[in-house]
């Protein structure tokens, strides 16, 4: 990794090594872990320090990534395409990875206890693509939360890169693959502690031939299956971007939030074991629904069981009501633009449009703060159960923070999951399910109490106004850096309008009257776009929608079929016409 072309002062070495050492020691001097354990945790502070070293010691004129130049160059990838790649080639490679992505979701973890699993992603499963102890079960997590991290570095100008500069850009994209990969491991190894525990059979196979670290190996054996699905889905999502259409990301997130939708819809089996009841009806809405109007009278009906059928979970008529509404009015917020008027400087009569969108940031923002909180609520039942981090100091099992269920059995007791934040922080982050959990209660707490779980009903409002409002403004945040991080800013538009001999009538063709014209436009559409899609996401959560599928996730999923769509027929369009695919493709 030594490369001349680099200027670097080596003298970061010394005191890295020398808080390495002092961390080292702390740790088998504290905890007094096994050797193999001990030789594990020295491999990965290594690892840690040596990127360290390689970005302090960088002394060139620009940004300290490039001295981790020597590593982001040597990451995995996959291959761009040489010249064009035809319509009906993209579309297979669509396909295979989406099967591919079908059946990883299907794949157990080898050697974990499943009986004993609990979900830490559990109300944002549907974002993050991912189905709960499998090779999907980190989903797109890692990769979103690598991009949050840049997006905040780029936002807060603590990385100097100018992303209009196709060097500064490649080291960007380099230096975010190595946070994912990161990342990877950082929400891969949390999960083994009490989450994803190893079977009690594989840990006595490992513990003949391995000195008693039988356990330990275990979590190892799972620890590499969770960051072997978590790369392969950062690869296919390389793949889709490269050889296929639209974003991996995205078709990942639309495949697995259709998958619920449908479940939500269709499914007619009862969502808890036994026969199928009053008590335990079938989980889908339309066979739910038909099952209380075949088995109920009138009077059943009027006396509960329009209740049932109508809001109480699983699956009401008004999750039903509530998806259909998001996907019509993210279909009306999608087409609905401003198209800024703009003629040619020198071939006259040549004239065009640039259109605004309303949700001119896209569906970003909102996967960027549902990726956030989910990290929070990860943390939070991390910091309160852990062994380990438990007793971190000043955060370790402090309610404010967030605390939990002591037992799967307390949570089954409080018709909970073992996930649900009781109190703190992040119960007042964590997701609204529907109008039962909130807004029954509110009217009449007498009868529907049981659903605040030992909550106040001030306490229960404040949480929705909290969770909407944080929504909605983290959302705008994410929106201001997703433009400035992707060269859809006022001054980066005017550059590209300029560019391409265009100017807007009665205006001189300099990108700065262009900036000021844009100016006037791009903020405002940003701030409407991030708090439109933020507010959508969070008001679809408070009404409720099919198979958990969560406000955030039918929004995304309308939008990416909606991009989909048009992507497909550009795709269709360069096909048909060479000359627009010379254009347009670079060919």
């Given amino acids: 990794m030594v490369n001349p072309e680099i200027p670097r002062d080596w003298r970061w070495a010394i005191p890295l090594f020398v808080v390495e050492a002092v961390i080292l020691f702390l740790l088998w001097d504290g905890a007094h872990p096994t050797v193999l354990a001990f030789g594990i945790a020295a491999l990965a502070l290594t690892l840690i320090f040596l990127l360290l070293l390689l ?7 620009k940004s300290k990534l490039y001295g981790l130049k020597p590593v982001t160059t040597r990451m995995p990838a996959v291959a761009k395409p040489v010249g064009h790649v035809h319509f009906r080639t993209k579309m297979l490679w669509v396909i295979t990875v989406l099967l591919m992505y079908f059946v990883l979701s299907n794949i157990f973890l080898f050697g974990v206890d499943q009986a004993t699993v609990i979900d830490l992603f ?46 500064d850009k490649a080291i960007y994209q380099g230096t975010q693959k190595v946070i994912v990969v990161a990342m990877i491991f950082v929400e891969a190894i949390p999960q083994v502690y009490g989450y994803l525990s190893p079977s009690s059979s594989i840990i006595a196979s490992l513990g003949n031939f391995s000195l008693g670290n039988g356990p330990l190996l275990a979590e190892m054996i799972i620890i590499a299956q969770l960051v072997f699905g978590s790369y392969l889905v950062f690869l296919m999502d390389e793949v889709v971007s490269k050889w296929g259409i639209g974003s991996g990301i995205s078709l990942f997130i639309a495949a697995g939030v259709s998958q619920q939708i449908i479940q939500g819809t269709l499914n007619w089996l009862p969502a808890n074991a036994g026969a199928v009841s009053a008590g335990n009806p079938p989980s889908g809405t339309i066979p739910k629904a038909i099952w209380f109007f075949t088995h109920l009278n009138a009077q059943q009906m009027a006396s509960g069981g329009w209740e049932q059928v ?24 999608e087409s609905t633009r401003i198209e800024l008027p703009l003629s040619h400087a020198e071939a006259r009569g040549a004239r065009g449009r640039y259109p605004l969108r309303l949700i001119y940031a896209s569906n970003i923002p909102v996967i960027l703060m549902s990726a956030l909180l989910a990290n929070v609520s990860m943390f939070s039942i991390l910091l309160w159960g852990n062994g380990t981090l438990s007793h971190f100091p000043l955060l370790g099992h402090q309610w404010w923070i967030g605390s939990y269920p002591a037992s799967q059995a307390a949570a089954t007791s409080m018709h909970v999951s073992a996930t649900t934040p009781l109190t703190g922080g992040a119960y007042y982050l964590s997701t609204v399910n529907g109008l039962e959990s909130w807004l029954l209660p ?50 980066a538009v005017a550059r590209q309008i300029e560019a391409s001999g265009m100017q807007i009538p009665g205006f001189r063709r300099e990108p700065r009257v262009l900036r000021r014209v844009l100016e006037r436009y791009i903020p405002v559409i940003t701030v409407i776009s991030g708090a439109a899609v933020g507010g959508l996401a969070a008001g679809a959560d408070l009404i409720g929608t099919l198979g958990n599928a969560s406000g955030t996730g039918v929004l995304l999923t309308v939008g990416i079929m909606i991009n989909f769509y048009e992507a497909m027929g550009r795709e269709q369009l360069m096909e048909m016409n060479p000359l627009l695919r010379r254009f347009i493709g670079g060919e």
């Fill in 442 to 491: 509110l009217l009449n707490a007498h009868t529907y109490g049981s659903f605040l779980v030992g909550h106040a009903w001030w306490q229960d409002l404040i949480h929705v106004l909290v969770y909407f409002s944080v929504m909605v403004v983290g959302s705008i945040l994410f929106a201001k850096f997703w433009i400035q991080t992707t060269n859809m800013g006022p001054e």
């Fill in 55 to 61: 970005g302090l010691s960088y002394t060139g004129p």
């Fill in 310 to 333: 109508l809001l109480h979970s699983p699956n009401p008529v008004v999750a039903l009501a509530g998806t259909a509404a998001i996907f019509f009015l993210v279909a009306w917020t």
């Fill in 122 to 167: 559990a109300s944002y499963r549907a974002i993050l693509a991912g189905q709960q102890g499998t090779l999907m079960h980190l989903g797109i997590g890692p990769i979103v939360t690598g991009s949050i991290i840049m997006q905040l570095f780029t936002g807060a100008k603590i990385i100097g890169l100018d992303l209009t500069k196709d060097d």
